[in-house]
């Protein structure tokens, strides 16, 4: 049985220090296994069918391959298919949030890094708002995602067990994941 998955890489192509070239990041995951590897712009998002291997037993495969192939150490998390499309569908800031590029879906390695993130709920945050699930977090920064405190602290908070990308960035994922 194979389903759609989607890689997030935590700071790849954000910084010059970890640069990794898209076609090479395809090609590193066809070499694995995979079929239908699509990546976004340079985003260090891959949207790809898997084989029977678990997510988690995936983003360890991926990681080690990527440092030892494209010499780069990353945290790498997936999602299926299956649960981007419930993380996009079912955001619970949607009624609030009117511009996508200022919503985040923090994607999360699992329910222990959510459980991180769970002091931001006490405090108050106004404009900004934030909801917590058990693998993705959302964050709503009205004011940009650069002057945003809430971003700030979420990013302190998990550390390398969570990777951000906006609602825009997210729906595009989704509809790779969704085209096959």
Same mark, same amino acid.
């Given at each position: $049985?194979?389903? *759609? !998955?989607?890689? +997030? %890489? *935590? ?7 970890? !640069? ?5 990041? !395809?090609?590193? +995951? ?7 590897? @699509? &990546?976004?712009?340079?985003?260090? #998002?891959?949207? +790809?069918?898997?084989?029977?291997? &678990? ?15 494209? =010499?780069?150490? &990353? ?5 299926? =298919? ?6 996009? @569908?079912? #955001?619970? %800031? ?7 590029? *200022?919503?985040?879906? $923090?994607? %999360? ?13 006490? /405090? ?8 917590? @699930? ?9 004011? =940009? ?10 990013? !302190?908070?998990? =550390?390398?067990?969570?990777?951000? @990308? #906006?609602?825009?960035? $997210?729906?595009? %994922?989704?509809?790779?994941? /969704? /085209?096959?």
């Amino acid at each position: $049985m194979t389903d *759609r !998955r989607v890689a +997030f %890489l *935590r700071g790849i192509n954000v910084g010059t220090a970890k !640069r990794i070239a898209m076609a090479d990041l !395809r090609t590193l +995951f066809e070499d694995l296994g995979h079929t239908k590897v @699509r &990546t976004l712009l340079n985003s260090g #998002n891959v949207a +790809f069918t898997a084989g029977k291997k &678990t997510a988690s037993d995936e983003e360890a495969r991926l990681e080690a391959a990527i440092a030892k192939r494209l =010499g780069v150490t &990353t945290r790498v998390t997936v999602l299926t =298919g299956k649960a981007l499309a419930a993380a996009v @569908r079912d #955001n619970p %800031l949607l009624s609030v949030a009117k511009d996508p590029s *200022r919503l985040l879906i $923090m994607v %999360l390695k699992d329910a222990k890094a959510a459980a991180q993130l769970k002091p931001l709920l006490k /405090e108050l945050w106004t404009p900004e708002m934030v909801s917590i @699930r058990s693998r993705v977090a959302y964050l709503w920064c009205p004011n =940009g995602i650069a002057k945003s405190k809430l971003w700030a602290t979420a990013n !302190r908070f998990a =550390g390398d067990t969570g990777t951000a @990308r #906006n609602l825009a960035t $997210m729906a595009k %994922l989704l509809a790779l994941v /969704e /085209e096959v």
